[in-house]
């Protein structure tokens, strides 16, 4: 048919029939913003803004606390060639602060199901990667930690998010199976990640490990007589570790000893206690500039000195509200899954801070474990603001949709219990 000129045969391609529609873009743009905003709004629904706030408000201390102990750790590290600037940690610490809220960001707007398949992938990318620090890792301090690819990667802390998703999955198996294996399958699991720490050596990160393990299949149903085994083994290991490993050795004597003055631990103790209960005030420390690792290992000794007791004490109820907030959130919950992996990373987070706070109280040997979400760190930060976001994503709910509860007698009969 033709008109004018103009021929449109009717085997030309639709777009080339559609009308122009003035305003289409900018429809379509608005649509778009609108979908966003939509999706911003469930999650800021969805999300457990409790305990986002919670996280949020340690990061706040954190980055306060690293800026008071940044000047002991800077002269401390400074030479004649370089002289590195007060603030030069705290500078830092918040560009790593920043990357950490963004992968937190992300890692909570995710679905419950990709956040499992985020988990267990990262899981076998960090264990391949612990495979490769004994062949091509940085040697710092007398240990093997970390790879250089770049920037410093330090694969334990990635796999610690991903270890307790991963074990989360495996036990969850026994819902549907009750026969499978899932016991020696985790446990073998935990001791190939056990051992490749051991290399290191890294033996705060695998007794870590192996509890968050332990509380895993303890809430999955494990019978007492395994419970029993399990702590066996773990005693066998601390006096194999006694005896193996040098370093483990000389913190174990030093602590049970009492140590000396001069001694990391004793340090630490007598910094901590130096503020009193209102601190001497931010930059007017003095005990801190003595201190190794003031700004990682140590800086919960730097805000008693310098913000005094009553704020160590406010971190502390921080960390166990963030424990509490978390179970609270799974006394309905249904799934067996959710459940434990939430439980894992709970376990984790709060286990890492009890240890890191002990030590500093000298009631612990010293770990070389930081105070998560409150110590200076590259990898560390980012990797734990991740296994918050994980936390997040998997204690996701929508408010409106009433769950039926979850007992311990449930998961026992729903798995078959383990004794069988």
Known sequence: MTTSGSTLSPLAPLAAQTPFVPGTGSVTGLRRRRNRRHDIGVWWREIDRVLLLLVLSLMAIGAAA???????????LSTAAIRLDDLHFFVIHLRWQFVGLVAMVVASALPRETA??????????MIFALMLVPLIGTNVNGAKRWLNLGVSLQPSEFLKPAYAIAMAWVLSWRVRDPKLPVVAI?????????????????????????GVWFVLVLLSGLPMKRIAMACGGGIAGIVATYFLYDNARHRIDSFLGGGTAYDQVDLASRTLNAGGWTGSGLWLGTRKLALPEAHTDYIF???????????CALIVVLYMALVVRVLLRLTDEEDLFTVLAATGLTAQLGGQAFINILVNLRLFPSKGMTLPLISYGGSSTIALCLGVGFLLAIT??????????????????????FSR
């Open 186 to 210: 985790t446990g073998t699991i935990t001791l190939l990640v056990a051992a490749l720490l051991m290399m290191q050596p890294d033996f705060g990160s695998t007794v870590l490990y192996v």
């Open 396 to 417: 996701r709910r929508n408010p409106f949709i009433q769950r039926e509860r979850l007992t311990l007698r449930d998961v026992g009969r729903d798995a078959g219990v």
């Open 66 to 76: 690293v800026a008071a102990s940044s000047p002991a750790s800077a002269r401390r």
């Open 301 to 311: 000794s730097v805000i008693g000195e310098e913000f005094g007791l009553l704020i």
């Open 116 to 125: 499992r398949r985020a988990g267990i992938l990262l899981g076998f990318g």
